[in-house]
């Protein structure tokens, strides 16, 4: 039985419509493979997950001819990545000193840029989606991934594919049933993230801002209609947290970022914030047959450094670059899903890498400390010179791999 108006059988069946999942369906409608999208929400409003479009996303947007509209829903463009300390103020990453088209972080919130590419992707032929879709298991002949069965409305149904792609994100299901070992790492830190009102007045500058103080971290994205706010603790340190109570939370608060006034006072109770329990990890074997992980399915990937969306978008494009022509002439084989891996996973390995040494070395032992932190020498030494700002920001742009879409 399907759904009607979706199809029993498709070359390609995506599970998860994140960053990584609508960018490989557009891209497979594109190069003429059918493709179903199947989306476990009913929308595309999810929880914040970062709405951070780097230089290498604004360019393979571009050469699709959707950068500007895409950018057309920036709330904004972040130049710089910079964190204010009591004292100082010091800038780590110079995107707007970067040669390139985008000389930006554009600030895109999720919700706007994903409802975008799958309205683009309707226009084409051999695409389908379904939302409320979920996902529950994996179809299997003599241990080969043959399609999923999902459940829509409280029915379930089955598709046929050629291949599937897990783009379900951290907890990926089909990562699960395919019995893909993630290895984990559980980085020191917890964040709390809550929405507090824009300040009457507030001269809050930049779009995207980190304070660091005496123990505490907070970094602040303004929404334009409110101001998202993450504030950074030890791993494990939200109960002694919560049993200081709201109001010591608010004058923690207030103490590192005195700018937001009383604007903190509007959280009224726990139950306004929401805890990400920080956790990276990366699957060993990205495939199987008849199945491949993509994005954070394969790698979750920490907040640090706004770089999940546009890894997520990278490994879309690398997939189908690979996968589109095997596909469509019926010669899919594990060899070529191996390559995918291959090309992803060294660049992948090494922004992790990089991640797990920030979280150790700079914000453990900013959240450690119980004096004003001092920012440790590579810190400094970076907001110094402008040349290696420039290479920070080119590296958070364009990591060690950049990909461009084949086949146009
Ligand atoms: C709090 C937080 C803040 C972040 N901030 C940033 C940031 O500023 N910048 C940045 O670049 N990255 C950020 N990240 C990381 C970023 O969100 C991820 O790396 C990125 O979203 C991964 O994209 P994805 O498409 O692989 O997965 P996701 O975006 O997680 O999408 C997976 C999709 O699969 C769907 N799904 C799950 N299970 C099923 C199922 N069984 N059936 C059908 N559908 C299913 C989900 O509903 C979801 O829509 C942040 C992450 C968190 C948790």
Redesign the pocket.
Known sequence: MSVPNLPEKTKVCI???????VIAAYLFALRGVSVVL????PDFD?E?????LHASSLEILDQLGLADEVLQQANSKVQNLSFTFPDRVITMADFSAMDCKFPYVAIIP?EKFLNYIVEKTKQLSGFHILMG????ELREVNVKVTGVK?TFEGDEYALDADLTIG???????ARRLAKIELGKTSPPMD?I?FKLPIPAGSDLKEAVSGRIGSGTMIIIINRKEYLQV?YVIMKGGYKALREEGVEHFHNVIKGLAPELGDSVTTIKDWSEMAI?SVVTGRVEQWYKDGLLL????AHI?S?VG???????IQDAVAAVNQLADPIKQDRLSTTDLAGVQKRREPAVAFIQKFQSFVQQRIISDALKSDKPFEPPLPMKLISKIPFIRKRLARFLAYGTRHEHVEGL
Do not use: C, H
């Open positions: 599970i998860g419509g994140g960053p990584a999942g199947l989306e476990g929400k999810r914040f997950r970062g709405d951070t999720q879709a979920q996902v529950r999902y783009a379900d994100g951290r907890g990926s299901t964040v993230w993450g990400l993509i994005g954070d399915a990937m907040p706004g770089v999940g969306i546009n890894y997520a």
